[in-house]
């Protein structure tokens, strides 16, 4: 599959890149790609939510009633989890959530998602450029630009650029990321990818060493 690079204006440039089978072409592999995303969803939970239960609530432990012959039930104290205020019954405890994933099944899970968004015609190549200062209005004009969509936009630059990164901050539909932190659930929760000219061949040596 062969794709114009655009220029930051919307006009071809006039050159072509031609995507690696390996990378944009391949049969996606939906069970990887769920296994990378729970992955990653299970990683970024915090796991410190916390509940006292009966033996960490301050409360008397004077018996509330006698044993027998009150005609209800018996009880302890008032830290029973029946009672308001008492601890909860099983409640949450500090956990990992983390999980792990074979390398190999974490790549071809992101080859996997990339190739869905080759078949939709979800991916735009621009060149290469910067931004001298933090713009927003000069940001969403490259946006409408290169018609790369209003919701949901991901764009994927070779290296971190503040400029480019704090001209995108305010816009909640666009999310800019450098390659480094390209993940399968970015790339499958995105409508479009944004890709600047020079990403494919990276891409390309990283599927040919994996």
């Known amino acids: 599959m062969e794709l114009p690079v655009l220029k930051i204006d919307g006009t071809p440039s006039g050159k072509k890149v031609i995507l ?3 990378v944009f072409g391949i049969e996606p592999n939906d069970h990887a790609i769920y296994l990378d995303v729970v992955q990653h969803l299970a990683n970024r939970r915090q796991g ?18 006698r044993q027998k012959g009150s005609g209800g039930a018996r ?13 909860r019954a099983f409640g ?6 983390r999980k792990k994933l074979n390398k190999k099944v974490k790549s071809l899970a ?8 080759a078949k939709e015609n979800a991916i735009v190549f621009i060149e290469p450029f910067t931004m001298e200062a933090p713009k927003t209005k000069e940001f969403m004009h490259i946006l409408d630009a290169i018609k790369a969509g209003n919701r949901k936009v991901l764009f994927v630059l070779p290296d ?25 659930y970015n790339i499958m929760n995105a409508n479009s990818l944004v890709l600047t000219d020079g990403i494919q061949d990276i891409l390309s040596e990283r599927a040919a060493n994996r």
């Open 48 to 65: 410190t939510a916390k509940t006292k239960e009966k033996s960490e609530v301050s409360y008397s432990t004077r018996k509330i009633v």
């Open 20 to 22: 690696d089978e390996k």
């Open 92 to 97: 949450p405890r500090p956990r990992l959530y």
């Open 160 to 184: 971190n650029s503040d400029n480019i990164y704090l001209s995108s901050r305010n816009l909640p539909e666009v999310k800019v990321i450098t390659l480094n932190e390209l993940n399968t």
């Open 110 to 117: 992101r080859f996997s998602a990339l190739s869905y968004k």
């Open 75 to 87: 009880h302890g104290s008032l830290k029973a989890n029946i009672f308001v205020g008492g601890g």
